[in-house]
């Protein structure tokens, strides 16, 4: 089971955007993700008629470490970090660390 998931809303510790939230649009395999108006890039685009897609510089997502952020706790109003346990039914669930809080019931 994953600490941090598609859909998880979470902060920036390190790095130029310390500090900002967003959830996360995408999980990569190789331990990096990608959060929601986070880590912003430009990139020169060729325009590709066939596809529809103009040309220009865009402002892009890039992937940033799992390390680098901590999932939100709304009870706390600040980064948390995260823990696994097993329920009496055998169910696996992600806890704050802080309070014992269960992230997903």
């Keep these: 089971m994953k600490?941090?998931?598609?859909?998880?809303?979470?902060?920036?510790?390190t790095g130029k955007d310390k500090g900002r939230r967003g959830q996360i649009v995408k999980v990569l395999p190789n331990g990096k993700l990608v959060v929601q108006g986070v880590n912003m890039a430009k990139k020169?685009?060729?325009?590709?008629?066939?596809?529809?897609?103009?040309?220009?510089?865009?402002?892009?997502?890039?992937?940033?470490?799992?390390?680098?952020?901590?999932?939100?706790?709304?009870?706390?109003?600040?980064?948390?970090?995260?823990?696994?346990?097993?329920?009496e039914d055998n169910r696996k669930v992600r806890f704050f660390k802080s309070n014992g809080e269960v992230v997903d019931a």
Excluded: C, W, Y
Excluded at 50 to 60: L, M, Q, S, T, Y
Excluded at 65 to 81: C, E, H, I, W, Y
């Design 3 to 13: 600490k941090l998931r598609t859909g998880d809303d979470v902060v920036v510790i």
């Design 44 to 87: 020169h685009q060729k325009p590709n008629p066939n596809a529809g897609v103009p040309g220009g510089i865009i402002e892009k997502e890039m992937p940033l470490q799992a390390s680098n952020v901590m999932l939100f706790n709304p009870a706390t109003g600040k980064g948390d970090r995260v823990g696994i346990k097993t329920l």
